[in-house]
């Protein structure tokens, strides 16, 4: 869910700024306030398990590009 909440504001961003060339960094803080101790982990790249390397890589390395 934190995944989305991010893309939401970017994609707001983009309506309110359809001119932008670059976005904004979306920093994301959860606020816990619960019973028991907070026991999940707070590395969204532990979201992909195995495929960690290759989400880093989609995320940090240039995308392929097929020009038509």
Known sequence: ?????CWRILA???EQHPKA???PVVIPVVLFNG???????????????DQQ???RAV???PFALIDL
């Open 53 to 55: 390397d290759l989400m």
């Open 1 to 5: 869910r934190l995944l989305q909440y």
């Open 12 to 14: 707001e961003y983009l």
């Open 35 to 49: 019973e028991e101790a907070y026991v999940c982990s707070t590395r969204l790249l532990d979201l992909f398990g």
């Open 59 to 61: 995320l940090t390395e």
């Open 21 to 23: 060339k670059v976005l």
